[in-house]
């Protein structure tokens, strides 16, 4: 009987993760469409805030996507370091010399104000800032020529506080930098456009967070956001306490996945899933339903004897390709190159394991040092308390 009960419940989630899927393949055209309002030109003047830490896999590209924008107006590039032997730094001098007539600024401060380094960086990079508007994006993102000119465009209408925008993965050849890119384009991002079609999501990512120096100055500065490991979120979350509109554009920026190990994806992938439940438990348990196909091979695991082999075989095709038709919808709809369709069952399990892995444990890697985190995604030294 309980076979029969658990069977049962498994199929009941495997068919709502169905439904979930058809759902997001309707919205991701939605999403698409809106629209966007023509840029300025000229443009007014624009900082571009890069906080750097070491010389990831392919960061001189990502940057120079950055200098080589279609953009009416000045721009002034800050990249910030927090260590002078940072090998970040030497990518930063081979891109003045290939863009000598770009405005980049490079600030080497080894001032730290909280456990989040990067937004310790930002900090030290705040008192640089030469423009009024202003643009936080990761070093791990690479945008495509009109990015500069849209964001800035959307950030001009009327009732928005801030721009962010969703990204897209690219990977390196690496198998599990090829799964972690998958996993952004199969799972996350069709997850966040199912959440803002529903009004259950509120975003603000650290690929793109668009807002003027006197937004920043309203907010305190970067330092009340100094002990989150989620500081993107944690600064879309004062933006909307001062009642300010964060608006998602339609356009997606690329992320490139460089994960080597398997390790390394699995470290990442949990990191940043307990990171999510500790700022919105009861909408991370409610993602269950989204695993529709592992959720398809444990109904006919363990209950083939009530559902019958057809039923069960018939809930495993249906979940993969609706699953695949998500990835192709996803692919059309922001014109990024077809992935490898093979790897969606080994993606789907893989996101299922993460799933159920990051409901337990309160420790987080990040940047070679071990974190535990509180609800709310603050930031505590493992092994530490935190102090109000």
Known sequence: MILWWAGHIAALVSVLGCIYLIGAI???????????????APGPSVTILKPLHGAEHGLLENLTSFCTQNYAGPVQIVFGVQDPADPAIAVVEQLRANHSAARLDLVVDLAE?????????????????????????????????????RV?????????????????GSATPALWARLAALGINAHFLPGVV???GLGLAHPCFGSTIALTRETIDDIGGFIGVADCLADDYAI?????????????????IGHLCAEMSARDLWH?????????????????????????????????????????????????????LFRLGLLRRVERAFGLPPQAYWLVPLRDLLSFAVFGSSLFGESARWK?????FIPGGTLITAGGSHKP
């Open 368 to 372: 070679d040092r071990l974190y535990r």
């Open 194 to 196: 199912v959440g803002l």
């Open 236 to 252: 879309g979350a004062a933006l909307r306490a001062r009642g300010l509109k964060i608006l998602v554009s339609p356009i997606t």
């Open 113 to 149: 104000h909280g456990l989040n380094r990067k937004v310790s960086n930002l900090v030290n990079m705040s008192k640089h800032i030469e423009h009024e508007i202003v643009i936080v994006a990761d070093s791990d993102m690479q945008a495509d020529p009109d990015y500069l000119a």
């Open 268 to 320: 990442h992938e949990v990191r940043w899933a307990r990171t999510i439940r500790s700022i919105d438990p009861v909408g991370y348990l409610g993602s269950i339903v989204t695993h529709a196909f592992p959720w398809a091979l444990i109904a006919t695991a363990i209950g083939l004897a009530s559902l019958g082999p057809v039923i069960g075989a018939g809930l495993v095709v249906a979940s993969l």
């Open 152 to 168: 800035v465009a959307a950030l001009g209408q009327p009732g928005i506080g801030a721009v962010t925008c969703l990204y897209h």
């Open 26 to 40: 309707l919205l991701i055209g939605r999403f698409v469409h809106r629209p966007s309002p023509a840029p300025r």
